[in-house]
C-alpha cells in the first residue's frame, strides 16, 4: 500500500522571535515492511542553516536555525511511503515471557545489545510497585510473550478513557493510572511501563495512522494528528508493535516515523528561541492512499 503522509505544523507568537533553534523528526523510517521513498520538507520563513542528521536510535533528525525576526513558523514535511502487510507472529508461536526477560541480559549479539537498552527505566517512562501491579494479571507464569502482551493492551484500551486535554507532556505514568484516562501518548508510556517493570524491552514508536476508515467501517484514534504505540521485543521475532490506543497490532495502516526511550527521544518539532512571547500551536496531518 502506497501513502502519502502530509504534516504541518505553524507556531503563531504573540511577540516576534529574534532567532530559533529547531529539530524536527519528520522523516520515515525504512526498514522491515516499510520503505520511505522520500520526504520534502518545507520550513517558512526560510533557515539560514538546516542540517539532516541521525540521532542515536538511527531516527533522521532535520536541525534549524531561524535568525531573521518572525511572528509565525510553519513546517511542513510531505511524504511517500510504502507499506507491505506481514502477519504477526501467532500469540502462542512467542516463546514463554519469562524465558525472554532471562535471556536478555545474557544476549550479547548486536540485536540483543540494542533490545536490552529498551528494559530500563527513562525519563518519561517510570514505574513503580502499582504499576507492576497493574502488568500482572496479563503475565502468569509461562505465557507466551504475545499472548501476554496483547491482553494487557486490550486491558488497557479497555480500562481506560481517551481523553484529549486531559493530560500534557508532563503527566506521569504514575498519574495515568490513577485518573485512567489520556491520550496515546499516554497510553504507550503506560503499557511500555508495564512491560519494562517485568524486565521486558519495550520501545515507543511515533508516527501516524491512516485517516481513511478501516475494514470495519470504524475510525482509527490518533488520525489527523500524530499518533504513538510501541513495540516489544521478542529474540524470536523481532519487535512486534502493539497500538493500545485502538487495540491491535499494527500492521499497513500505521506508518513509523520514529522510535526511541518514550516520548522524549521522538518528539516530532522541538527547539529553543529568543522572544516570542505567549505562542499557540496548530497541527495538521493526513495521511491517504495514493495509487
Not at 520563513?45 to 533528525?61: C, E, H, K, M
Not at 500534557?168 to 495515568?176: H, I, W
Not at 485512567?180 to 511501563?193: K, N, P, S
Request: glycine residues 6%; charged residues 20%; hydrophobic residues 40%.
Amino acid at each position: 500500500m502506497n501513502y502519502r503522509v502530509r504534516h504541518s505544523t505553524r507556531y503563531s507568537y504573540s511577540q516576534p522571535v529574534a532567532i530559533a533553534h529547531n529539530e524536527v523528526r519528520l522523516t520515515p523510517r525504512t526498514g522491515g515492511a516499510q520503505q520511505a521513498r522520500r520526504t520534502q520538507l518545507v520550513i517558512d520563513p526560510a533557515p539560514s542553516v538546516l542540517s539532516p542528521q541521525q540521532d542515536f536510535f538511527g531516527n533522521t533528525i532535520h536541525f534549524f536555525t531561524l535568525q531573521s525576526p518572525h511572528s509565525e513558523m510553519t513546517v511542513t514535511a510531505v511524504s511517500d511511503v510504502t507499506l507491505r502487510t506481514e502477519r504477526p507472529p501467532a500469540p502462542d508461536e512467542t516463546p514463554p515471557w519469562q524465558d525472554v526477560r532471562d535471556a536478555l541480559p545474557h544476549d550479547l549479539t548486536p540485536v540483543g545489545l540494542d533490545a536490552y537498552q529498551f528494559v530500563f527505566e527513562s525519563p518519561y517512562v517510570r514505574w513503580d510497585e502499582a504499576t507492576a501491579a497493574y502488568a500482572a494479571p496479563s503475565f502468569p507464569a509461562g505465557r507466551p510473550l504475545l499472548a501476554g502482551a496483547l491482553d494487557l493492551t486490550h486491558r488497557i484500551h479497555e480500562d481506560f478513557e481517551y481523553a484529549p486535554g486531559a493530560t500534557s507532556v508532563a503527566t506521569t505514568v504514575a498519574d495515568v493510572l490513577k485518573d485512567r484516562r489520556g491520550v496515546c501518548q499516554d497510553f504507550t508510556h503506560l503499557e511500555i511501563a508495564c512491560l519494562r517493570s517485568l524486565g521486558l524491552a519495550a520501545r515507543y514508536v511515533s508516527g501516524y495512522v491512516l485517516n481513511l476508515a478501516g475494514q470495519r467501517g470504524e475510525r482509527m484514534v490518533g488520525a489527523d494528528a500524530s499518533h504513538a504505540w510501541l513495540a516489544v521485543y521478542d529474540p524470536e521475532h523481532g519487535w512486534i508493535d502493539l497500538d493500545p490506543t485502538n487495540d491491535k497490532i499494527p500492521t499497513d495502516q500505521h506508518v513509523t516515523v520514529a522510535w526511541g526511550r518514550d516520548y522524549g527521544d521522538v518528539s516530532p518539532v522541538k527547539g529553543v528561541i529568543l522572544g516570542g512571547g505567549k505562542h499557540t500551536v496548530a497541527v495538521a496531518v493526513e495521511v491517504t492512499p495514493v495509487a
